[in-house]
């Protein structure tokens, strides 16, 4: 089974630092692109930021300079490191990775971790 999953929520303080990990696990030949979703309470879900498997990446305005994506396509990793942030940052963070190949016939269109939840309060 091809699952990912994801570490590094929690509470922090504004202007405070977070760095959200997820890992593909499982048989995986490759992925294309891999990214960030959030949802907070009440709203509906949007795209952070999102990287490519050639490590270009996009990001939404509001964390623009602050949030930082990586991977590492070795270990099927990619990373969100949260600087600078602020209580509208709260929500449930979503990793996701979109065009998983298992093998030469079989690729997953979209896969979707369960969420972690990050807080910033004082």
């Known amino acids: 089974q091809v699952q990912l999953v994801e570490s590094g929520g929690g509470l922090v303080q504004p202007g405070g630092s977070l760095r959200l990990s997820c890992a593909a696990s499982g048989s995986i030949f490759s992925i294309n692109v891999m990214g960030w979703y959030r949802q907070a309470p009440g709203k509906q879900r949007e795209l952070v930021a999102t990287?490519?498997?050639?490590?270009?990446?996009n990001y939404v305005d509001s964390v623009q300079g602050r949030f930082t994506i990586s991977r590492d396509n070795a270990k099927n990793t990619v990373y969100l490191q949260m600087n600078s942030l602020r209580p509208e940052d709260t929500a449930v963070y979503y990793c996701n990775a979109k065009g998983v190949r298992l093998t030469y016939w079989v690729q997953r269109s979209d896969l979707w971790g369960q969420g972690t939840q990050v807080t910033v309060s004082s």
């Open positions: 990287i490519t498997s050639g490590l270009s990446t």
